[in-house]
């Protein structure tokens, strides 16, 4: 059968293929919508959800130019869309991810369709199956970002162009161009595999089309003129290198393991699925050889540019987007499945999904994951807290972006007295050691979320000591620490050695000539005197745990100088270096404790990783060291689990 007349076997129904095929689609459909609506209107924000509505400001001017132009690096549909959206409903959550799961759910009908109409009822499902279930089309389903509009507008655009190809209708034409504006409006990769879409078009319309067609792809450029400046302005801006680095050697193994849920199931399951479409290929032959072709272009083109522009240019390169076009990369590799029977595709399809959910649930936690903001966390303990033991007694310390804690102030309608809080993102150590000698409270609340100093927990447990509560997140923690014990401590950390007057634990290093007293050593006149080294894989149980080493010294002036260094060796090169300064003129006049906290897993080096840990007196002043200890901190297990793997919870998982 000539390809044309194979796309058009079907007609233009809405549900296409035999009746057991339209039953099982919206079987899938539902366990599609179960899936995305579970518990919606506990399902919160993430932090790139957050950082688009803090952008939404009164009129819709401002919001593209503040919110888009300024400070975004997407196209602006959707920014516009949820200006709004939330003016017509709310911000709470449900409202706002409503269309956007909606969109997601919508796309899975017109990738069936469009499968359907290259392949067979068969692998149109078994496509529809893995879209509906994996974690990949899942998760960024329930995001509000652009994430399930560019995977709408591009599938509508894979649809409509087919039926136009089979069908020739100006109708049907005119939803390509829309479908080609808004993908265009949507993201730069959504737009960049419209215009691949586009070209494809271009080749396979018959001589008659492309007239028409070319008209339409004109009227689709005509539209996009206004926008280009907005993309031509954020390209200039580079890439995302402030806190994306580019992809490594491992990067596509990551991304194949993350599309498997991290489940050897999973993976055998797609694998399996793939051989058998390559045998049934080769057995009974493929789809029709135009769209092989193309499949493998929309799969494979942005990955390929993406990680390209990263590496040569700047990093760009993340999993959202090749979002859109995954389907077309999964189809490649499946569409031999077009030759299973009815039973046989029925079963496969049921494999495929039993599978994707069970591993989506049990072994990747999407719900445990997903269902857990550190934002909203850290205000609720916050809140709690000080309704128990009063607003006097509770100091609540946060370490993340105040437009995002703002943001739940005006969500919940939080009063300015409902806590007592202070944001002390990117402070200097001084800084916060001194606000905590000077607190009167019994119990901090220290909320953080990822990229926060390392240091400021430690920090925090020199002057209030014992820990009562611990919450572990996605790229965050919440923890509780108080000077009198209320409640049962906690113990998420090991002394792996120490070093004062009279006690001694670990491989120390002691200039003979350093003066000791009763009360420490005295560093005035010298740079250097006290040291450990240890091997960093030997004193950690997880790449991820915490390496804190803290300095408790007095003795000092406003004029000296000094730090906790830890020094990172690979042979003979340092390849991580931090200190944790002393800051005098911001330190209280008695004791501090000046800390440093390094991590395996932040330094980008493999082989025998040697740690140095020493004091340095880095103008020879007045200073005094009364004791160094070196603790083990447990690692958050979850913290990076939003795009990597959370096959533990850890120790303290999420309430």
């Known amino acids: 059968m000539e390809w044309r007349a194979h796309i058009a076997r079907n007609g233009t129904a809405l549900f296409p293929g035999e009746p057991w095929a339209r039953h099982a689609l919206l079987l899938v459909l539902g366990l599609a919508a179960v899936l995305r609506f579970w518990d919606l209107p506990h399902l919160p924000y993430t932090h790139d959800e957050l950082s688009a509505l803090v952008r939404i400001y009164p009129s819709l001017w401002e919001t593209m130019r503040k919110g888009v132009m300024e400070l975004d690096t997407h196209p602006p549909a959707v920014q516009a869309f949820e200006w709004l959206w939330t003016r017509l409903f709310s911000m ?73 190809l089979a069908f020739g209708n100006r109708r049907i034409l005119v939803g390509i161009g829309i479908a080609a504006v808004l993908s265009a409006a949507t993201h730069h990769f959504s737009l960049l595999l419209a215009g691949l879409m586009g070209v494809v078009g271009l080749l396979l319309a018959s001589k008659q089309q492309r007239k028409p067609y070319s008209v339409m792809c004109l009227i689709v450029i005509v539209l996009y003129l206004p926008i280009a400046p907005i993309t031509l302005h954020q390209l200039s801006q580079g890439g995302l290198q402030g806190w994306l680095p580019p992809p490594g050697d491992g990067w596509l193994t990551d991304y194949g393991w993350y599309i498997a849920h991290w489940s050897w199931a999973l993976a055998g399951l797609l694998l399996a699925a793939i051989g058998a479409s390559l045998w049934l290929t080769f057995k009974h032959g493929g789809a029709p050889k135009p769209m092989r072709g193309a499949w493998l272009l929309w799969g494979t083109a942005p990955l390929i540019i993406g990680y390209a522009y990263s590496v040569w240019r700047a990093p760009v390169l993340q999993y959202s987007m090749l979002l859109f076009s995954l389907p077309y990369l999964l189809l490649f590799a499946l569409h031999g499945l077009m030759h299973l029977k009815r039973g046989a595709a029925l079963v496969a399809c049921a494999a495929l999904g039993i599978v994707s959910v069970h591993s989506l649930v049990m072994e990747r936690k999407h719900y445990t994951v997903t269902y857990h903001s550190k934002y909203e966390a850290m205000l609720r ?42 944001n002390i993102l990117d402070w200097p150590q001084a800084k916060v050691d001194s606000l905590l000698h000077a607190e009167t409270a019994s119990i901090v609340v220290h909320g953080r979320s990822n990229g926060s100093a390392e240091e400021n927990a430690a920090l925090i447990q020199q002057r209030f000591p014992r820990m009562t509560k611990r919450i572990d997140m996605p790229e965050g923690q919440v923890r509780h620490f108080v000077k009198p014990l209320v409640g049962t401590e906690l113990f998420d ?13 670990g491989p120390w290093s002691i200039e003979p000539t350093m003066p000791l007293t009763e009360h420490g050593w005295d560093y005035s006149g010298r740079d250097f005197g006290l040291m450990i080294e240890m091997m960093l894989d030997s004193v950690v149980r997880h790449q991820e745990d915490l390496i804190e080493v803290v300095a408790v010294v007095d003795g000092y002036t406003t004029e000296s100088r000094a730090a906790m260094i830890a020094d990172v060796r690979n ?41 140095r840990a020493y004091v340095h007196n880095q103008n020879s002043g007045q200073l005094r060291v009364r004791s160094i200890t070196v603790l083990r901190r447990d690692a958050n297990r979850i913290g990076g689990a939003v795009l990597g793997p959370a096959a533990w919870l850890g120790r303290f998982p999420p309430e």
Do not use: C
């Open 571 to 611: 042979s003979d090169s340092t390849v991580f270096y931090r200190g944790g300064n002393l800051d005098p003129a911001q330190r209280p006049d008695s004791a501090a404790s000046m800390i440093v906290a390094i991590s395996p897993s932040q330094v980008k080096q493999s082989g025998a990783l040697l740690l």
């Open 381 to 422: 303990d916050g809140i709690t807290a000080t309704t128990e033991h009063g607003r006097d007694q509770v100091l609540v310390l946060l370490e993340a972006p105040g437009h995002m804690i703002d943001f739940y102030r005006r969500l919940w309608r939080m009063p300015d007295e409902a806590l007592r809080a202070v």
């Open 92 to 164: 709470e959550e449900a409202d706002v991810k409503l269309p956007f799961i909606l969109m997601s759910l919508a796309s899975i009908v017109l990738l069936y369709r469009f499968a359907m109409a290259w392949t067979s009822e068969s692998a149109a499902l078994v496509l529809a199956t893995l879209m509906a279930t994996l974690q990949y089309s899942v998760f960024y389903g329930q995001l509000a970002r652009p994430y399930a509009a560019g995977l709408f507008a591009t599938a509508l655009m894979a649809d409509q162009l087919t039926r136009w």
């Open 493 to 505: 950390r090991d002394t792996l050695a120490h070093l004062s007057h009279g006690a001694t634990l």
